[in-house]
């Protein structure tokens, strides 16, 4: 049942919550890592996706010559702060950060004389990009023209996502976007040529926008492998990106040939800006130079197009920072208030409410018990819309302890478990055993294999999967043969 | 010793009644386990769950406000 097993999957990832990439990355060789740890730009990007305890450990090792005795360090930490220590310990392992050893701790060489570098600078090994002289013809891309153009590739694709199972027509994003998308599951198209919204996809939606973005990535670097492209160009090249200073503009020249042909990939997702696509310099979005920074990746999030205002007020934030700058008022009577004029934000919202009234800047709706079994039947979880509703409260809404009310946070969770008041599994009944001791051999031998699902030593039988049925009959067949 | 492919449903006692007021009109159920497991036909899975749900459906009323 998705809906159960994403309760895990929660839309707010809490500060501590290691970093979606961290697993990716401690998947790959130690060749591999140590070859990106060349880079000073890659190690400082890894630094700041660590959580505070290895980013602490790593400055203490970071200008030590010698290694230091494991003893030492243990020295420092408290008894309950043990589990925390030993965690990071792992991580940092993982990661080749530092060698699995448990008499000394130290630095991997590689990654402690590249992230010295990149924090004191020095050598010209280019691995924060290049930046161009200023073109006297031309001007550069101004910070506002960027965030603009960012925004408005980046609703294209989550406007193209949500409002494919609705028969409307919205701009389509590259072929390149939508393989991407097919790929990582969050669309498919079985029901014939047009591509719709998986559950998953739904659920994307519901997250913040740095989250889908590493989530694409993420998908983006396992197609990379797919595709013979070298993984440390490619992961070098984001962080590289990530690095960056957003108004800048940065040669071409030093990339290598796939860096050079990630650029049209990262360009459709509106990763980075290019006058032309021969222009021989490239200006990253904040979408990159937010990529490992905990800064909201889009500027605001209004109507397509971006005419924001001045002083921020009318700014909608879909980003995480979206805290203080909530749009959403849920009362106890389940009417919704959404102060937004953002289509993509509405269509969101369309997922899990009712509408009722549409004005220019506000939109109101009321969960229903219908608007939310179709949530749900999608594969939307209820703890999800109820985390959805609590990131973007609006702000007059924080005043209120607990911020939505209770009622109808616990109505959301009673409909879905109303949803699931049937569970079926598929398997064999066990029954007419002809001893005691003939049911409980067999038993014993499901139970091993952990295929029982259900059991009743008083009426002699049991309910097996179907995966086991297969051993379980080798084994009577067997047994009944011998004797 | 038997075995019998069916599928385990596991549920409340109330849609277990249900199920089984259902059981009489059209049988399905193979074995009555206990009061939360009945094991039912493979094949009528899809009619069962279709039908209980019209059954709680028919239960439950919105307030359609305004």
Same mark, same amino acid.
């Given at each position: 049942?998705?809906?159960?097993?994403?309760?895990?999957?929660?839309?707010?990832?809490?500060?501590?919550?290691?970093?979606?990439?961290?697993?990716?990355?401690?998947?790959?060789?130690?060749?591999?890592?140590?070859?990106?740890?060349?880079?000073?730009?890659?190690?400082?990007?890894?630094?700041?996706?660590?959580?505070?305890?290895?980013?602490?450990?790593?400055?203490?090792?970071?200008?030590?010559?010698?290694?230091?005795?494991?003893?030492?360090?243990?020295?420092?930490?408290?008894?309950?702060?043990?589990?925390?220590?030993?965690?990071?310990?792992?991580?940092?392992?993982?990661?080749?950060?530092?060698?699995?050893?448990?008499?000394?701790?130290?630095?991997?060489?590689?990654?402690?004389?590249?992230?010295?570098?990149?924090?004191?600078?020095?050598?010209?090994?280019?691995?924060?990009?290049?930046?161009?002289?200023?073109?006297?013809?031309?001007?550069?891309?101004?910070?506002?023209?960027?965030?603009?153009?960012?925004?408005?590739?980046?609703?294209?694709?989550?406007?193209?996502?949500?409002?494919?199972?609705?028969?409307?027509?919205?701009?389509?994003?590259?072929?390149?976007?939508?393989?991407?998308?097919?790929?990582?599951?969050?669309?498919?198209?079985?029901?014939?040529?047009?591509?719709?919204?998986?559950?998953?996809?739904?659920?994307?939606?519901?997250?913040?926008?740095?989250?889908?973005?590493?989530?694409?990535?993420?998908?983006?670097?396992?197609?990379?492998?797919?595709?013979?492209?070298?993984?440390?160009?490619?992961?070098?090249?984001?962080?590289?990106?990530?690095?960056?200073?957003?108004?800048?503009?940065?040669?071409?020249?030093?990339?290598?040939?796939?860096?050079?042909?990630?650029?049209?990939?990262?360009?459709?997702?509106?990763?980075?800006?290019?006058?032309?696509?021969?222009?021989?310099?490239?200006?990253?979005?904040?979408?990159?130079?937010?990529?490992?920074?905990?800064?909201?990746?889009?500027?605001?999030?209004?109507?397509?197009?971006?005419?924001?205002?001045?002083?921020?007020?009318?700014?909608?934030?879909?980003?995480?920072?979206?805290?203080?700058?909530?749009?959403?008022?849920?009362?106890?009577?389940?009417?919704?208030?959404?102060?937004?004029?953002?289509?993509?934000?509405?269509?969101?919202?369309?997922?899990?409410?009712?509408?009722?009234?549409?004005?220019?800047?506000?939109?109101?709706?009321?969960?229903?018990?219908?608007?939310?079994?179709?949530?749900?039947?999608?594969?939307?979880?209820? =703890?999800?819309?109820?985390?959805?509703?609590?990131?973007?409260?609006?702000?007059?809404?924080?005043?209120?302890?607990?911020?939505?009310?209770?009622?109808?946070?616990?109505?959301?969770?009673?409909?879905?478990?109303?949803?699931?008041?049937?569970?079926?599994?598929?398997?064999?009944?066990?029954?007419?055993?002809?001893?005691?001791? =003939?049911?409980?051999?067999?038993?014993?031998?499901?139970?091993?294999?952990?295929?029982?699902?259900?059991?009743?030593?008083?009426?002699?039988?049991?309910?097996?999967?179907?995966?086991?049925?297969?051993?379980?009959?080798?084994?009577?067949?067997?047994?009944?043969?011998?004797? | 010793?038997?075995?019998?492919?069916?599928?385990?449903?596991?549920?409340?006692?109330?849609?277990?009644?249900?199920?089984?007021?259902?059981?009489?009109?059209?049988?399905?159920?193979?074995?009555?386990?206990?009061?939360?497991?009945?094991?039912?036909?493979?094949?009528?899975?899809?009619?069962?769950?279709?039908?209980?749900?019209?059954?709680?459906?028919?239960?439950?009323?919105?307030?359609?406000?305004?």
């Amino acid at each position: 049942m998705p809906v159960q097993s994403l309760q895990n999957t929660d839309v707010i990832v809490p500060q501590h919550a290691p970093h979606p990439l961290l697993p990716f990355l401690q998947s790959q060789s130690q060749t591999t890592l140590t070859r990106l740890y060349q880079r000073p730009s890659s190690c400082l990007s890894i630094f700041r996706l660590l959580g505070p305890i290895e980013r602490q450990l790593i400055m203490n090792l970071l200008w030590l010559e010698s290694a230091l005795s494991v003893a030492t360090m243990s020295a420092w930490v408290l008894p309950e702060g043990k589990n925390a220590y030993d965690s990071a310990l792992t991580v940092m392992t993982g990661l080749h950060i530092a060698p699995n050893s448990t008499v000394k701790l130290a630095l991997n060489p590689t990654f402690k004389s590249s992230l010295r570098q990149a924090i004191t600078g020095g050598g010209n090994t280019g691995s924060f990009g290049v930046p161009t002289d200023k073109d006297g013809k031309r001007q550069s891309a101004n910070i506002e023209n960027l965030d603009a153009y960012a925004l408005e590739r980046w609703e294209t694709i989550l406007h193209y996502m949500v409002s494919s199972g609705q028969g409307q027509n919205p701009t389509k994003p590259s072929q390149g976007v939508l393989y991407l998308l097919q790929r990582s599951g969050l669309m498919n198209n079985a029901h014939g040529a047009a591509l719709q919204i998986t559950s998953s996809g739904f659920q994307f939606l519901l997250h913040s926008p740095h989250d889908q973005l590493w989530n694409l990535l993420l998908q983006y670097l396992h197609m990379a492998e797919e595709r013979q492209m070298d993984l440390v160009e490619v992961l070098s090249f984001l962080f590289m990106l990530s690095t960056m200073d957003l108004g800048r503009e940065y040669s071409t020249e030093p990339l290598s040939e796939t860096q050079k042909a990630m650029l049209e990939d990262l360009r459709d997702y509106g990763l980075v800006w290019q006058r032309k696509t021969s222009s021989k310099r490239f200006s990253p979005t904040r979408l990159a130079t937010t990529l490992t920074s905990s800064s909201p990746p889009l500027p605001s999030s209004h109507s397509t197009g971006g005419s924001r205002t001045a002083d921020g007020t009318g700014a909608v934030a879909l980003s995480s920072g979206a805290a203080q700058q909530g749009f959403i008022v849920l009362e106890t009577n389940y009417r919704i208030y959404a102060y937004t004029d953002n289509p993509l934000q509405t269509a969101v919202l369309n997922l899990f409410i009712t509408m009722k009234y549409r004005f220019p800047n506000l939109v109101v709706g009321m969960l229903t018990r219908e608007s939310v079994r179709k949530a749900l039947g999608n594969g939307i979880s209820a =703890d999800q819309i109820i985390s959805y509703l609590t990131t973007h409260a609006h702000p007059q809404m924080r005043k209120n302890n607990p911020l939505l009310p209770v009622t109808v946070q616990d109505q959301i969770r009673l409909w879905e478990l109303e949803r699931n008041r049937l569970k079926s599994a598929e398997g064999y009944l066990y029954k007419d055993f002809a001893s005691q001791a =003939d049911y409980e051999y067999v038993l014993a031998y499901a139970k091993q294999l952990d295929v029982v699902l259900w059991e009743n030593a008083a009426k002699r039988c049991f309910f097996g999967t179907l995966e086991g049925h297969a051993n379980v009959r080798g084994f009577i067949e067997r047994r009944t043969g011998s004797v | 010793m038997r075995a019998i492919k069916g599928v385990l449903l596991t549920c409340d006692s109330a849609v277990k009644q249900i199920l089984l007021t259902m059981n009489e009109k059209d049988p399905f159920v193979i074995e009555d386990l206990d009061d939360y497991h009945l094991v039912i036909k493979a094949d009528e899975e899809y009619r069962v769950r279709r039908e209980l749900e019209a059954e709680l459906e028919k239960n439950t009323y919105s307030l359609e406000t305004n």
